[in-house]
């Protein structure tokens, strides 16, 4: 295993204690239980970073213990209390959804998942990810949110290619830890993203310069020249310059949901991640500062009347080369970040 630098590790000590205290706003006499593995240098380093940040923490090994172990330290816990959990692939415990059982019992979760994705070099964009800029997610995400909400339509600019949306948007939700509004607080991090589809999925159209997309395995796939997609009626009808991975995800989606909608249009936020800067892991990397949409028919957020939920089986992340991005008349995305009016 490779070890961070020093810097790395004050890094993520001084990450991780701004997170704690600015979006989770954690403090005694709160309780703190953070679960971890030994299996990866992110994890042991995150693992180190929360110990600094909470010593009067509970720190529980998940590899040493028993799955019944680590319920019976969650049963202790009060509502208001928080859980940590550090995790370099997925916990398993049984047939236990951790986060949403956690949620449900009013405790404060904040999950790191998967960091065997961001290996070497990307555990220290990972680390950088993490940092929380409250004026910035805040004042930016909150800024975004109110102008989608009231937009008739957008276009996204991409390599010289549109994609308009010539329709309202349903209700921007809000991934930028301020959690004064929600019913629970904290989630999968690193955090930095505002999402919404269009309200007629069938008014979108044009073409969009793809430049990563997920692949089967939940890993980022980045084609040596980017694809041009083509969307007509809100549906995915060509790409051009494509490759032969893309291609299969397509044809994976057709052939169980007859065709590949274009639903999400997700403004990420985290400006550790950039389109040369990535890690391999689609979920961490879809707060990528810029545009990416979803396709296939699934999407738990918003419920649209044309699909079924058991119907309904993919959510493929795909990332837009953002050059430009309008709500209305008015630009809210240029030179590599976001610039709502007020």
């Given at each position: 295993?490779?070890?961070?630098?020093?810097?790395?590790?004050?890094?993520?000590?001084?990450?991780?204690?701004?997170?704690?205290?600015?979006?989770?706003?954690?403090?005694?006499?709160?309780?703190?239980?953070?679960?971890?593995?030994?299996?990866?240098?992110?994890?042991?380093?995150?693992?180190?970073?929360?110990?600094?940040?909470?010593?009067?923490?509970?720190f529980?090994?998940?590899?040493?213990?028993?799955?019944?172990?680590?319920?019976a330290?969650?049963?202790?816990?009060?509502?208001?209390?928080?859980?940590?959990?550090?995790?370099?692939?997925?916990?398993?415990?049984?047939?236990?959804?951790?986060?949403?059982e956690?949620?449900?019992r009013?405790?404060?979760?904040?999950?790191?998942?998967?960091?065997?994705?961001?290996?070497?070099?990307?555990?220290?964009?990972?680390?950088?990810?993490?940092?929380?800029?409250?004026?910035?997610?805040?004042?930016?995400?909150?800024?975004?949110?109110?102008?989608?909400?009231?937009?008739?339509?957008?276009?996204?600019?991409?390599?010289?290619?549109?994609?308009?949306?010539?329709?309202?948007?349903?209700?921007?939700?809000?991934?930028?830890?301020?959690?004064?509004?929600?019913?629970?607080?904290?989630?999968?991090?690193?955090?930095?993203?505002?999402?919404?589809?269009?309200?007629?999925?069938?008014?979108?159209?044009?073409?969009?310069?793809?430049?990563?997309?997920?692949?089967?395995?939940?890993?980022?796939?980045?084609?040596?020249?980017?694809?041009?997609?083509?969307?007509?009626?809100?549906?995915?009808?060509?790409?051009?310059n494509s490759?032969?991975?893309?291609?299969?995800?397509?044809?994976?989606?057709?052939?169980?949901?007859g065709?590949?909608?274009?639903?999400?249009?997700?403004?990420?936020?985290?400006?550790?991640?950039?389109r040369?800067?990535?890690?391999?892991?689609?979920?961490?990397?879809?707060?990528?500062?810029?545009?990416?949409?979803?396709?296939?028919?699934?999407?738990?957020?918003?419920?649209?009347?044309?699909?079924?939920?058991?119907?309904?089986?993919y959510?493929?992340?795909?990332?837009?080369?953002?050059?430009?991005?309008?709500?209305?008349?008015?630009?809210?995305?240029?030179?590599?970040?976001?610039?709502?009016?007020?």
């Amino acid at each position: 295993m490779t070890a961070f630098p020093p810097a790395a590790r004050d890094t993520a000590a001084r990450n991780v204690r701004d997170l704690l205290a600015h979006a989770i706003e954690y403090a005694a006499p709160q309780q703190a239980l953070v679960v971890f593995d030994h299996r990866s240098p992110l994890s042991l380093v995150l693992a180190d970073a929360y110990r600094a940040a909470l010593p009067e923490g509970r720190f529980i090994d998940f590899d040493t213990v028993q799955a019944a172990d680590v319920l019976a330290a969650f049963e202790q816990l009060q509502a208001g209390d928080l859980v940590v959990l550090v995790q370099t692939t997925s916990f398993r415990l049984n047939e236990y959804r951790i986060r949403m059982e956690l949620f449900k019992r009013g405790l404060k979760v904040i999950e790191h998942m998967h960091l065997s994705r961001m290996p070497d070099g990307q555990g220290l964009v990972y680390i950088d990810a993490l940092a929380y800029d409250p004026a910035y997610y805040r004042g930016v995400g909150h800024a975004l949110k109110t102008r989608i909400d009231r937009a008739q339509s957008g276009v996204v600019e991409s390599g010289g290619e549109r994609l308009v949306f010539a329709s309202a948007f349903e209700e921007a939700k809000l991934n930028i830890g301020d959690y004064s509004a929600m019913k629970n607080v904290g989630g999968l991090f690193p955090i930095g993203e505002v999402f919404t589809e269009a309200q007629d999925l069938e008014a979108v159209n044009g073409r969009a310069k793809v430049f990563v997309f997920g692949d089967t395995t939940f890993h980022v796939n980045r084609p040596a020249t980017p694809i041009t997609m083509i969307v007509e009626k809100g549906r995915v009808t060509g790409a051009e310059n494509s490759t032969p991975e893309f291609d299969n995800m397509l044809a994976i989606i057709r052939a169980h949901e007859g065709e590949v909608w274009v639903r999400e249009l997700g403004f990420g936020m985290n400006r550790a991640f950039s389109r040369e800067r990535t890690v391999d892991d689609i979920g961490t990397y879809e707060r990528m500062c810029g545009i990416h949409l979803s396709l296939g028919a699934k999407h738990g957020q918003y419920q649209k009347p044309q699909f079924k939920r058991k119907d309904a089986r993919y959510h493929v992340d795909v990332f837009v080369q953002t050059d430009a991005v309008y709500l209305d008349d008015e630009q809210v995305y240029r030179d590599g970040g976001w610039a709502p009016a007020s």
